[in-house]
């Protein structure tokens, strides 16, 4: 069984800056790309930011120059550095695993989601 376990959220002012972890446990052999999706209310999820097992990286264009992405293949686990954020930012944050190679084949999972509000 493979959860995703993030963790990081929380409120923080305009101009501020959060660190979004998530951790995928369990009986994992490989992960092709880890990411961070989010969905504001009353809009539709949205990609945030991606990275493959080697490192390629994508980010939505409004995130550009002020988020990053890293990732620790050993400890499956995919960071989100989220600096000078805005109250446009605010919205449940989820972690997504791509490709997740375990005994039982290869398949998508996601997180939970996270909150992260941003206020002006």
């Known amino acids: 069984q493979v959860q995703l376990v993030e963790s990081g959220g929380g409120l923080v002012q305009a101009g501020g800056s959060l660190r979004l972890s998530c951790a995928a446990s369990g009986r994992i052999f490989s992960i092709n790309a880890m990411g961070w999706y989010r969905q504001a209310p009353g809009k539709q999820r949205e990609l945030v930011a991606t990275i493959t097992s080697g490192g390629s990286t994508h980010y939505l264009d409004s995130v550009i120059g002020r988020f990053t992405i890293s990732r620790d293949n050993a400890k499956n686990t995919v960071y989100l550095q989220m600096n000078s954020l805005k109250p446009e930012d605010t919205a449940v944050y989820y972690c997504?695993?791509?490709?997740?190679?375990?005994?039982?084949?290869?398949?998508?999972?996601w997180g939970p989601g996270i909150q992260v509000t941003v206020s002006s």
């Open positions: 997504n695993a791509d490709g997740v190679l375990t005994i039982n084949g290869r398949r998508n999972y």
